[in-house]
């Protein structure tokens, strides 16, 4: 019955859908603020009846109703039930209905919110984000419905889960993400409508700026998450492989930043108009590029939904004609969207507009390297990969680019500042920074490289800390500081964290893959590796060969218990590594194979502010978001004040 009702709402909001993308329109054709009015309700409606069909498909997994095709191929009677739940976006088919439902949420939460946002133009942007509504239910029903019977032949026992996704990481990871993926098309919506409305204002992007810096915190935390993911459960330490789906999420991130950077640009000072257009679409283009990669069936990956490649070529004709379609009206709409004033080299608009160059130059980047193997395949020029060497070699320096100019822009006036002012601003942290640099770096016995990733990453958290300091007023003191400036001020400051954590772990990492007995010591630097036991161990779902290990370092002594599991239904082997996190360090053991007489080949690393990575992540999410509402508390400061 579960799976009728789904299928029922779902067909529902799929109508409804066509509602909120029609109403609304014909509101603001007519100019009938009641019709305008309706794409409100329309969004709360498709809310209400997706969330039922999400609520169903949950039901079924946990009834174990295993004549439902998706529950019989993603779940089983020894699955916890926390991830049958999660099982729901553990597919192609549930993974897509549960994006289509973020979706709803972000329309609730526009038709809800938004109140300084003019009747038509929001009538506008809800009938856009209908047609993307629409053409993701429709691509579900039509395609990849969840909800499919197999009666009259249903298994009494379901297969699993895929246990990769049987983590608490891949509990919180992909809803975040999806979350950040789909805001994409909130910010195209918002673009989209100013260009069909011919706006020579910017009051679209003072409307647009929060919904697109939301979006970019959830896309952040999702890669952050997925990251130390990857890193926890895929069992050889790394943190980030430029696997192509990777990419496809970190493409349209890219985007998302250089977007927000643009929109503050086009509010305070009328100008990146087109420019900021065509970001709005670009990141939206790249998000639904992201899903052809992951669910067409191209590309090869730990992160990728092995599908029928025809369910790809209904996302590929989405992709062309929001692409095809939103350049088209770029093309006759753009001219009356752009703006001309002046401004010098040393000024605010310049850096950010090299920030924004910076930004889409390493998006290109990531974007040819993870195509060319498609294209080269397509055009019959022989199978090609393209690895992390490329990106590393191309990207990086760019990027190292970006992290340097990104803490300057603070400290310069819009038009033009003054280069006395700019030196004298930035010379204390910069000395700060090079003075911490060389004593963290004599403590730690750096080479010069050492030095120069924590002079870089000192040099732009300090600068970034300094920007409240002459920011504030002589009479309020921090107080006087707006919300949007501690916000950016933890953002750069997050990225300079994210500089250490990744430059010391790929500089002063340690590894060996050992052969190792129970009671014989193994040393990594001065870190003592023994395992006290190898033992059997029975999971709720799956059986285990264990080590348990005890690490000893200086005084401190650690017990760690890594595992290799092979679970029960599948019959796959999944590696559990076993990590002691720390401030400045990770210990990090995964075994191997067994060999003989009883020993394991065991993954024995100690990485050095490997946290750093999460932490800047974390760090620049927060920022973003106190950016995002900083207007709303000024606004709340203002009317108090007045009171």
């Given at each position: 019955m579960a799976a009728e009702i789904g299928l029922l709402t779902l067909w529902l909001a799929f109508g409804a859908s066509i509602s909120l993308a029609i109403f609304p329109a014909v509101g603001v054709k007519l100019q009938h603020?009641?019709?305008?009015?309706?794409?409100?309700?329309?969004?709360a409606l498709v809310f209400a009846l997706l969330t039922l069909s999400v609520a169903a498909l949950g039901a079924a997994f946990l009834a174990d109703d295993f004549s439902v095709a998706y529950v019989a191929n993603h779940s089983n009677t020894l699955l916890p039930w926390y991830y049958k739940l999660t099982a729901v976006w553990g597919s192609h088919e549930g993974s897509i209905l549960f994006q289509v439902w973020i979706l709803s949420c972000w329309l609730l939460a526009l038709s809800l919110g938004g109140k300084s946002i003019e009747l038509a133009f929001k009538a506008k942007v809800l009938s856009i984000l209908g047609l993307v509504t629409l053409a993701l239910i429709a691509f579900i029903v039509f395609t990849s419905s969840p909800f499919d019977r197999l009666l009259p032949f249903a298994p009494n026992e379901g297969s699993d889960l895929n246990p990769l996704l049987q983590d608490f990481g891949m509990i919180i990871h992909p809803p975040l993400l999806y979350v950040g993926y789909v805001g994409t098309a909130v910010a195209f919506a918002f673009a989209m409508a100013s260009l069909i409305e011919c706006r020579n204002d910017d009051k679209w992007a003072q409307w647009a700026q929060p919904w697109a810096l939301v979006g970019m915190v959830f896309l952040t935390v999702g890669i952050t998450i997925g990251s130390w993911w990857a890193y926890a459960e895929l069992g050889w330490g790394g943190w980030w492989f430029w696997?192509?789906?990777?990419?496809?999420?970190?493409?349209?991130?890219l985007v998302s930043v250089a977007l927000v950077h643009s929109l503050s640009v086009n509010v305070q000072r009328g100008i990146f108009r087109s420019w900021t257009v065509l970001l709005a679409i670009s990141a939206f283009s790249l998000s639904l590029l992201g899903t052809f990669l992951v669910r067409s069936g191209v590309i090869t990956s730990v992160h990728a939904f092995a599908t029928d490649p025809e369910r790809g070529m209904f996302i590929l004709w989405i992709l062309l004609l929001v692409v095809g379609g939103s350049l088209l009206t770029f093309a006759f709409r753009a001219p009356s969207n752009s703006a001309q004033r002046k401004y010098g080299l040393l000024s605010r608009e310049f850096f950010l507009l090299l920030n924004n160059l910076f930004l889409v130059v390493i998006t290109f980047t990531v974007l040819i390297g993870t195509l060319w193997p498609l294209i080269a395949d397509?055009?019959?020029?022989?199978?090609i990969s393209v690895g992390a060497q490329y990106f590393n070699w191309v990207a990086l320096p760019i990027f190292a680019l970006t992290v340097l100019t990104a803490p300057l822009a603070p400290f310069l006036n819009w038009k033009a500042t003054p280069s006395s002012r700019v030196n004298?601003?930035?010379?204390v942290?910069?000395?700060?920074?090079?003075?911490l640099a060389l004593v963290v770096g004599f403590v730690g016995g750096y080479d010069w490289k050492g030095y120069l990733v924590?002079?870089?990453g000192l040099a732009i958290i300090l600068a970034s800390a300094s920007v409240p300091w002459y920011g504030r007023s002589k009479l309020r003191g921090f107080r006087s500081v707006k919300a949007t400036v501690w916000g950016m001020t933890l953002a750069h400051a997050g990225l300079g964290?994210?500089?250490?954590?990744?430059?010391?772990t790929s500089l002063e990492s340690l590894e060996r893959d050992v052969r190792m007995a129970a009671g014989e010591p193994v040393y990594i630097g001065d870190v003592s590796f023994n395992v006290d036991r190898f033992y059997r161990l029975d999971g709720p779902n799956y059986v285990a060969e264990a080590a348990d290990v005890t690490v000893i370092e200086g005084s401190s002594v650690t017990r760690l218990t890594a595992e290799k599991r092979r679970y029960l239904a599948s019959g796959q082997i999944m590696t559990e590594a076993a990590v002691d996190a720390g401030f400045s360090r990770d210990i990090y053991v995964a075994m191997g194979e067994m060999l003989d007489n009883?020993?394991?080949?065991?993954?024995?690393?100690?990485?050095?502010?490997m946290r750093w990575v999460w932490y800047g992540g974390g760090l620049i999410a927060l920022g973003a978001l106190l950016a995002a509402f900083g207007r709303r508390l000024r606004k709340r400061e203002t009317l108090e004040g007045t009171n």
């Open positions: 603020g009641g019709l305008m009015l309706l794409g409100n309700w329309f969004a696997d192509p789906v990777e990419n496809a999420s970190l493409m349209p991130w397509a055009l019959n020029w022989g199978k004298r601003r930035i010379f942290p910069l000395c700060a920074a090079l003075v924590w002079f870089l964290v994210c500089v250490v954590g990744v430059g010391m009883g020993d394991w080949a065991m993954r024995l690393q100690v990485k050095p502010f």
